[in-house]
């Protein structure tokens, strides 16, 4: 974030978002829809979920039912038997287990094949989410903590995961098993059904609102987890300052209010889950006591049993299924209860991650192109070959195509500008620089600087006013081709996980590896590169945490020079190299400037002296322009700066 904007950011509310307090993610069939649309590619693979579960509900409710004829037809006639043939109860017993493994074995293959969906899925998310990120607008990463971004590709997506390749299957599993259940005990007898309902309904009415105080927090939980995990990455990327400035204990302090705040909003989510586990195992095991009781009081007053079909005599087979069937029929149930928890933290998970990917992307209504081009008879034409010359190509309405050659002439008209529509930052600022004219731009920080260089770079668009490059109006000109031209080597340095010269070519894709290395000896990062230990191949990680600072500068500038544009943004470049490793760079960056127009913004005044056009700003307006030895004849702001009369803040 630049200085100007470090101020603009949008007010963000406790859990990291950009819409304050009041933001509370909302369980909405919309959030479904769109989860549904990341599943259609899986949908024979559901199918086949779908039927396994079937398979599996239905083997567990044969296998319940199937309790009553083994008691009844096999168990019990033995028991009156001098010799016993426990042939036909061993037959009776596999056939049981041959239920069993049937249930054990459509189970493991859904479970398995959802693991390959809800990873699938996830891809395509993760995809969808990095995708749109490369289109958001600088503003939006201005305005967002990275942690919380990074946030969306963990925790949320986790939360997902977890959705879909448990929580969903299983729940479908225990609708499916319920209604199985259900009809078996119907099969079985219509009272004990009855009683083991209205026990249920119960059941259900007391668990209902510990699990919606549960899903509740559980959503707080996943907002708090984002808000805390943008500050870690705040407070790593910013050690050196916590140490520097002594600020570890202040550190400490916020960090454990944001870690409290998690803390509570867990210990209530699981708090209320954990609770709700026991409450449905001890209710499940006074179901079954009652179930008990209550089927021996049948028996015993001669009650007689009807079922889906018929009348019977309540026997000991039907009692000792009804056991087993009121257990797995609470069973799912309380599974249901406990998945509805994870089923709301996955869409509270989903809807910070569809807020992302509803974030608007950056619009670009540009036409204008930037392509190769030759003077052919002294008319200038497009190629498809490199020759070193460059064009914007207008298209006009008539169907005609101007070629304007790419100079570099960039002039400002009467440009406001706001971050914040209530706080302008530069006001009627005009200037121009001429193809191969260096402008420098000074003055404290906040006079706005860095924002000329963004509504060059088109980060930003400008309020009022008119930008022209080469004499074409910037917002006709398409964004890609507008940064192609221009070459922008910032104060903060960001290097890549890959080798230097990889990190060179960045600059430019295609270039080659002697034009990479021709490109470091311009910026006088060729000799202390070859003294690595693999030189140009040494392989850099962590932003190139084992350079010095002035090192990863050195090769940031190769890599603005790699670019070869006509336009150079130099931000603060050499504000965090040495003197003398400074004067070493100078020359290599007077050596890039060459017959380029070259913005420049410096503290540093000797930086700025041999500058055609200097311009002193103050509080977003230019107060004075000239050469440096035109202001210093003025002694005005300038000559108070270079006197040291008046420090820079």
Request: aromatic residues 10%.
């Amino acid at each position: 974030m630049s200085k100007e904007q470090s101020t603009k950011a949008a007010p963000r509310g406790p859990h990291g978002h950009p819409h304050g307090d009041g933001y509370k993610p909302k369980f909405n069939f919309k959030t479904i829809k769109r989860l549904l649309g990341y599943l259609k590619p899986y949908k024979v693979h559901l199918v086949f979920v779908l039927i396994f579960i079937l398979i599996s509900a239905a083997a567990g409710a044969i296998s319940s039912l199937f309790i009553k004829h083994l008691i009844d037809d096999y168990i019990t006639p033995l028991l009156f038997v001098d010799n016993p043939d426990f042939s036909e109860l061993l037959y009776a017993i596999l056939l049981l287990g041959a239920f069993y493994l049937v249930g054990v074995l459509s189970t493991l293959f859904f479970n398995r094949m959802m693991a390959t969906v809800s990873h699938g899925v996830l891809k395509r998310i993760r995809d969808d989410m990095f995708a749109h990120m490369q289109s958001l607008p600088i503003k939006y990463f201005d305005t967002h903590s990275f942690g919380d971004i990074m946030s969306h590709y963990t925790n949320d997506t986790d939360s997902l995961r977890q959705m879909i390749s448990q929580s969903i299957p299983q729940m479908f599993s225990s609708v499916f098993t319920i209604a199985a259940i259900f009809i078996a005990m119907l099969s079985l007898s219509v009272w004990m059904t009855l009683f083991v309902v209205l026990f249920v309904f119960l059941l259900t009415k007391v668990t209902r609102s510990i699990a919606r105080k549960s899903g509740k927090y559980f959503i707080k939980q996943q907002q708090s987890l984002g808000d805390l995990n943008g500050y870690i990455e705040e407070m790593i990327n910013g050690q050196k300052v916590i140490k520097v400035f002594c600020h570890e204990e202040k550190a400490k302090e916020t960090f454990d209010k944001k870690n409290e705040e998690l803390c509570r909003n867990a210990t209530l989510a699981n708090q209320y889950a954990n609770i709700l586990m026991p409450v449905m195992v001890a209710l499940g095991y006074m179901l079954y006591i009652l179930v008990a009781i209550t089927g021996g009081l049948l028996s015993i007053a001669g009650v007689t049993n009807v079922y889906l079909i018929g009348v019977d005599e309540l026997s000991v087979g039907i009692i000792a299924s009804f056991l087993i069937m009121s257990r797995n029929f609470i069973m799912p149930i309380n599974q249901m209860s406990q998945q509805i928890n994870f089923i709301a933290m996955a869409m509270a998970g989903a809807e910070r991650i569809f807020a992302l990917l509803d974030e608007e992307p950056e619009t670009d209504d540009g036409f204008v192109t930037l392509v190769n081009a030759e003077y052919v008879n002294g008319e200038l034409r497009e190629t498809d070959k490199k020759t070193g010359i460059f064009a914007w190509k207008y298209p006009h309405g008539d169907g005609t195509v101007t070629y304007t050659e790419l100079k570099g002439d960039i002039r400002f008209y009467d440009v406001d500008f706001a971050y914040d529509p209530e706080k302008p930052v530069l006001h009627n600022i005009t200037l121009y620089a001429e193809p191969g004219q260096k402008v420098a731009f000074v003055g404290a920080t906040g006079a706005g600087k860095t924002t000329i260089t963004n509504l060059i770079n088109r980060f930003y668009d400008i309020a009022d006013g008119k930008i022209r490059y080469d004499g074409i109006n910037i917002n006709k000109i398409r964004k890609a081709d507008l940064r192609r031209s221009l070459g922008i080597v910032l104060q903060d340095v960001n290097l890549f996980t890959g080798t230097v010269m990889e990190n060179i070519r960045y600059g430019r894709l295609d270039a080659t590896d002697e034009e990479c290395i021709a490109a470091a000896k311009l910026a006088n990062a060729d000799g202390f590169i070859r003294m690595l230990p693999n030189g140009y191949n040494t392989l850099l990680s962590g932003d190139g945490s084992g350079l010095s600072q002035g090192q990863r500068q050195l090769i940031s500038i190769a890599r603005a020079a790699v670019a070869d544009p006509p336009v150079m943004i130099l931000d603060e470049a050499t504000s965090s190299i040495d003197t003398r490793t400074e004067a070493i760079v100078q020359k290599g960056m007077d050596s890039l400037m060459q017959g380029r127009t070259v913005f420049v913004i410096a503290h540093r005044l000797s930086t700025v002296q041999n500058a055609d056009v200097i311009m002193v700003l103050e509080k977003g307006r230019i107060i004075e322009r000239g050469s440096h030895e035109k202001l210093l004849a003025e002694k005005g702001r300038y000559y108070q700066l270079y006197t040291g009369a008046f420090e820079l803040e």
